[in-house]
């Protein structure tokens, strides 16, 4: 969430209150990790399942078995606290009932265009999707529900998921039971690159998958990047961000307690405040400094604020709202005393938080229902989080019956000629001769039926 010295410009004056110790996006291409994704995914598909079973030893410590039985599937929430289980329950709850909406709204349908001529939509699932679940500094427990959950929302016949393995015990038993929550048909305990290669090569489950989702560390999004064209993928997600759009109403202590919240998520995870207050931009600098003294993850929060958290002074709202759109951000919260302003006037962000009740927490666990699959790196300026739409593909189909060729032809018949595809033309005048240039059809009167 970097301003660039063009976009500044265009932006009219503003003041930094803060700004990134770190000049530059927080998320490179590391040739490194370029190279080393590159080798393995060759080995992969070269040497099968024996190569994954190499780098799930050497780089997991894991010589089990991949595929996770559905007993121990089933049986994987036993071991949770209750009042973990039932969090994770209703958070698969809120985000499938979001799904299964937004896939209510999808309606296939076919139009007539002119006499004889109609087109139409059909929304298709996507055949085998794979889910990668993260579990690594932190597992992301509700990581299933918006993949694996969504998809099978959106109709998707088979999705497989593959989690890191967790110690001698196979995979983290509350990851686990979010996916056996969101309905995954079969479960691997792969992770990594080894694991992409192996959903995208066809080397676990019945078959290779035709899409990849979930997030993961720099390795996973690189295999995801190289895999992207064989497989479909969701998106290409960097570090974790946030912005937070705030007036002189908003509390600074909740300002703070949020934009940490996603800065705890890794050491190079950007944190914005855009603000119309310089003494709440002074204030929540402030409270961060106060919150990170007792914050228990501050050796990562407090470097991700400290190298890439900023905080931007804006001249009125409109300004405010300019910068917000610049910045794009993953995660963007409005704290303001006219939020329904901003609802009107964003247009990039991943997902939006209105109100100080809507902290970027609430859609992280489920508990929301909206997605936390969401683009990144500025993305969002073209870009939309994970949804059901990504899983279904709208197909078109046409229909020309014999009294549309009138319609069609002729005009078909004239702008292949003009462009010199003769073949193109013929396709036209071999239906135009069919009916017979002299039988009425083209004159605006009904052709005689045969």
Not at 397 to 412: D, H, I, N
């Given at each position: ?386 949804s059901v739409a990504r899983f279904v593909k709208p197909l078109t189909y046409q229909r020309a019956a014999r009294e549309g060729t009138a319609e069609l032809a002729p005009a078909v018949e004239r702008i292949s000629a003009f462009e010199g ?30």
């Amino acid at each position: 969430m970097q301003i660039t010295t063009h976009e500044a410009r265009t932006l009219g004056p503003f003041s930094w209150l803060k700004k990134p110790a770190v000049d530059g996006p927080p998320a490179q291409r590391d040739p490194k990790v370029v190279e080393r994704v590159s080798q393995m995914l060759l080995d992969i598909e070269r040497r099968g399942i024996d190569a994954v079973r190499g780098y799930s030893k050497d780089l997991d410590g894991w010589s089990g078995p991949f595929e996770i039985g559905a007993d121990e599937l089933r049986k994987s929430g036993d071991t949770l606290p209750a009042d973990v289980r039932a969090a994770l329950e209703l958070g698969y709850e809120r985000t499938n009932r979001f799904a299964v909406a937004q896939r209510a709204r999808m309606t296939d349908f076919e139009i007539e265009l002119a006499p004889g001529v109609s087109g139409g939509v059909q929304y298709i699932p996507v055949g085998r999707v794979g889910a990668y679940l993260p579990a690594g500094r932190f597992p992301l427990l509700a990581s299933a529900f918006m993949t694996v959950g969504v998809a099978k929302a959106a109709g998707v016949p088979a999705v497989l998921a593959c989690t890191p393995p967790s110690g001698e015990h196979g995979a983290h038993p509350a990851v686990l039971y979010g996916a056996y929550l969101s309905r995954a048909d079969q479960v691997f305990a792969i992770g990594g690159v080894q694991a992409l290669g192996a959903m995208a090569f066809g080397l676990i489950g019945d078959g290779a998958v035709d899409m990849l989702v979930g997030a993961g560390n720099a390795f996973v999004t690189e295999a995801k990047r190289q895999l992207f064209g064989r497989v479909g993928i969701d998106l290409l997600a960097g570090p974790s961000e946030v912005a937070v759009l705030a007036d002189d109403t908003a509390d600074p202590d909740w300002v703070a307690a949020d934009l940490l919240g996603q800065a705890e998520h890794g050491p190079n995870s950007p944190a914005a405040l855009i603000t119309t207050s310089e003494t709440l931009g002074c204030n929540v600098i402030a409270a961060i400094d106060r919150q990170l003294e007792t914050l228990s993850t501050r050796d990562v929060a407090g470097a991700a604020w400290r190298d890439y958290g900023s905080v931007i002074l804006a001249q009125d709202r409109d300004q405010a709202a300019a910068i917000s759109d610049v910045l794009g951000p993953e995660h963007l919260e409005v704290h303001t005393c006219d939020d329904d302003f901003y609802l009107k006037r964003l247009h990039n962000y991943g997902s939006l938080f209105l109100g100080r009740w809507s902290t970027v927490a609430y859609s992280d666990k489920g508990i929301a229902g909206t997605n936390h699959v969401l683009p990144t790196g500025k993305t969002a300026r073209y870009n939309a989080g994970l949804s059901v739409a990504r899983f279904v593909k709208p197909l078109t189909y046409q229909r020309a019956a014999r009294e549309g060729t009138a319609e069609l032809a002729p005009a078909v018949e004239r702008i292949s000629a003009f462009e010199g595809l003769a073949a193109h033309e013929a396709t036209a005048t071999i239906r135009i001769d069919e009916i017979g240039r002299h039988s009425g059809v083209f004159d605006g009167t009904p052709a005689v039926s045969r």
